[in-house]
């Protein structure tokens, strides 16, 4: 299951873009301002780790929403 990270804390760009599964172990994704921590589910996501690690350490709100992953608001 994918983890929600701490959202009491804020992170820069700059600290989410190291979280890229190279710089840094974990692998972050921001999606609609909400951080995860989706280092677990690499190898669980159904259509590969490869579209994960596409969008590791950036916000991947405009790939979820134009994907029709998420609903739009």
Avoid: C
Wanted: aromatic share 6%; net charge negative.
């Amino acid at each position: 299951m994918v983890q929600e990270a701490n959202t009491t804390q804020h992170f820069s760009l700059e600290e989410v873009s190291r979280h890229n599964g190279k710089i840094e172990k974990a692998v972050w994704l921001v999606i609609k301002g909400s951080l995860y921590d989706v280092s677990d589910y690499l190898d669980k996501h159904p259509g590969g780790r490869d579209i994960i690690e596409q969008h590791a350490g950036k916000d991947a709100s405009k790939h979820f929403l134009t994907s029709g992953i998420l609903a739009k608001p």
